[in-house]
């Protein structure tokens, strides 16, 4: 019986640190997958960044550039982007070179 505790603790040592996690990220990642809607800026595993226009059960239309639309799976989706703010222009007024952009400091 004690010979079998070492095997018994490096298993649960096995699942504690490289199932549950790798399960955890599984699930994770198939509940976005499942929550996305038209216009969410998107990312797939390819790389490919791109604007969901229309979803069905198992894949999505995504939007890539002016005019061009994919039929994707959904499963190719890495991740949602979020939108990028435009910069504030009163941040970017000087022009100098060898000086901070950002408010002027005394």
């Known amino acids: 019986m004690l010979r079998l505790l070492p095997l018994v603790g490096i298993a649960l040592l096995f699942w504690l ?3 549950r996690p790798t399960s955890r990220r599984q699930r994770e990642l198939r509940g976005m997958q ?5 216009q969410d800026g ?5 790389g490919v960044y ?3 226009t229309d979803l069905a059960d198992d894949h999505l239309l995504l939007r890539i550039a002016d005019g061009v639309e994919i039929k994707v799976a959904r499963g190719a989706i890495g ?3 979020k939108p990028v703010d ?3 222009p009163e941040l970017a007024t000087n022009d100098e070179p060898g000086t901070l ?3 002027e400091e005394n």
């Open 79 to 81: 991740s949602v982007v």
């Open 42 to 46: 998107v990312v797939l595993t390819s």
């Open 86 to 88: 435009e910069p504030d």
């Open 34 to 38: 499942d929550s996305l809607s038209v």
């Open 101 to 103: 952009a950002g408010p």
């Open 17 to 19: 640190f490289i199932i």
């Open 50 to 52: 791109g604007t969901v």
